[in-house]
């Protein structure tokens, strides 16, 4: 009688134990995530990255859980990992592990206000484990994150800094039918850095040519229509903007955005045109003997431009100041 009671505990315990330990794991296990950039190796528009080296860090209870492991950098590829710490801490509770990443990150730039523009860096760190038993929960460790103060980035410097954890929507089971693709949820870890140009110069300097060639259509307003250089300025200024035009195709990526830059160039050769025109006009009516008539098609068109070039100088200083 007592063996088959013992049978019956065991067989009972045999049913309800894994449901137990399974109920148990739907408890997520919280992962203390925190990250400090190291420094940022090389930025390049057209090819759309950045390499970055950071400090990762991960602290955590659960025994059954690995995150140091099974974390991947969204949107990234990485070139070096090194594990400098790993152990237990706070006498033996938590589980710490430090790796130390070199990575290349794959962004899109926002190009509209290039070159004067700001950037975001975006590092983010994900679960990739693909147990559905297993649920962890980024935590930001806040408390232990500090500023990159020492970032050294060519050209560029540190504006904003801020870390947070979203939870991001799966779309797909990945051909798990265990996943439920409505209620799967998986945390990540976000690390942005706010950039702006350590100097306005910076971008005017990619400016120059844009810049001499609307001052030399300015120039070309104030000659007499009868001058051979009244001509050929528009065409010298012209040569300078779409000179300056091939130098922006290859330093931004393919884009259906308007940069600042683009804009500036493209302001030139309208300008470009309009004097043309109107000059051919001025001077048709300059060798007609109609002198009052081309001396008032020169006066509204300079006046027209400056009007033009004080619109965008202001539009200039709006986008400086962001």
């Known amino acids: 009688m007592l063996k088959k009671s013992l049978i019956l505990l065991l067989s009972f315990l045999s049913?309800?134990?894994?449901?137990?330990?399974?109920?148990k794991k739907q408890e997520p296990s919280k992962v203390y995530v925190g990250l400090y950039v190291e420094g940022i190796r090389s930025l390049s528009y057209n090819q759309e990255n950045f390499t970055g080296d950071l400090t990762v860090w991960f602290r955590w209870k659960d025994n059954d859980i690995q995150p140091s492991k099974t974390f991947k950098l969204k949107h990234?590829?990485?070139?070096?990992?090194?594990?400098?710490?790993?152990?237990m801490i706070?006498?033996?509770e938590d589980h710490l592990e430090i790796i130390d990443i070199s990575a290349t990150f794959f962004t899109k730039w926002d190009i509209t206000h290039f070159p004067f523009d700001n950037q975001i860096l975006k590092i983010q760190i994900e679960e990739d484990e693909d147990d559905p038993n297993i649920e962890v929960l980024y935590v930001s460790d806040d408390q232990n994150i500090r500023p990159s103060t020492d970032v050294e980035i060519a050209s560029w410097k540190i504006r904003d800094e801020k870390s947070y954890v979203t939870c991001n929507q799966f779309h797909s089971n990945y051909g798990n039918p265990a996943t439920n693709i409505e209620d799967a949820c998986s945390t990540q870890f976000n690390h942005f850095i706010e950039i702006e140009k350590k100097s306005e110069l910076i971008g005017f300097k990619l400016l120059i040519c844009p810049i001499v060639a609307i001052l030399l259509l300015a120039l070309g307003l104030l000659l007499p229509p009868s001058e051979g250089a009244r001509i050929g300025i528009p065409t010298t200024a012209a040569f300078l903007l779409i000179s300056s035009q091939f130098i922006l195709n290859n330093l931004l990526p393919p884009s259906?955005?308007?940069?600042?830059?683009?804009?500036l160039i493209s302001f030139g050769l309208l300008q470009c045109l309009l004097l043309v025109i109107f000059t051919v006009l001025s001077v048709r009516y300059?060798?007609?003997?109609?002198?009052?008539?081309s001396a008032k098609i020169d006066k509204n068109l300079l006046?027209?431009?400056i009007i033009l070039d004080l619109a965008f100088t202001i539009y200039t200083a709006y986008v400086i100041s962001l």
């Open 76 to 87: 990234a590829k990485i070139n070096s990992q090194k594990v400098v710490f790993s152990g």
């Open 15 to 23: 049913i309800f134990l894994p449901l137990d330990s399974f109920a």
């Open 303 to 305: 006046r027209f431009a």
């Open 286 to 293: 300059y060798k007609n003997n109609q002198l009052e008539l």
């Open 256 to 263: 259906i955005g308007y940069s600042f830059a683009e804009k």
């Open 90 to 92: 706070n006498q033996g």
